[in-house]
């Protein structure tokens, strides 16, 4: 298996307002919609990041929808300036996005803070990986 992520789905509560937050908040365009899903191009285009019914997306893969809390996951947004990181969560708390740890010194050098999407999927914006050739 190559290392490759193809699609990153989110189940989420109220496909709408997921929609919504990403699209018309976060002003990223949609690139495809149908039915209960809709997905939008990362980066260069090679990752979607897709919307799902959280239920339903739980019954595809077989396994109970009641999730809580800490899931194991985060989603990252990689920045090359520390001014970069607070524009950025300042522009996901008023999309309606919740933070969770305002940015502050990493112990590994670089610059960083925590958000909630609406349906509670951990977003970390951060400095310190400039290294990678797709931080923003």
Same mark, same amino acid.
């Given at each position: 298996?190559?290392?490759s ?11 709408? $307002?997921? !929609?919504?937050?990403?699209? %018309? /908040?976060?002003?990223?365009?949609? /690139?495809?919609? %149908?039915? %209960? ?30 999730? =809580?809390?800490? $899931?194991?996951?985060?989603?990252s947004?990689?920045?090359? =300036?520390?001014?970069r ?7 996901a708390?008023?999309? +309606? ?6 940015? $502050?010194?990493t ?12 349906? +509670? /999927? ?5 400095? +310190?990986?400039? !290294?990678?050739?797709?931080? %923003?």
């Open positions: 298996m190559k290392p992520i193809s699609v990153l789905t989110l189940g989420v509560r109220d496909l709408d $307002r997921a !929609k919504r937050f990403y699209s %018309e /908040h976060l002003g990223w365009p949609i /690139h495809a919609e %149908e039915g %209960e899903w809709v997905c939008f191009l990362l980066g260069g285009g090679s990752t979607v990041l897709a919307l799902y019914p959280w239920d339903a997306l739980a019954a595809d893969a077989g396994v109970p929808a009641a999730g =809580t809390g800490f $899931r194991g996951v985060s989603l947004y990689n920045v090359r =300036t520390d001014d990181v607070d524009a950025t969560l300042a522009e708390e008023r999309a +309606g996005g919740v933070i969770v740890k305002p940015p $502050r010194r112990e590994w050098g670089g610059y960083a803070g925590y958000f909630t999407d609406p349906d +509670g /999927h951990l977003w970390e914006v951060s400095t +310190g990986a400039t !290294k990678l050739p797709f931080a %923003e």
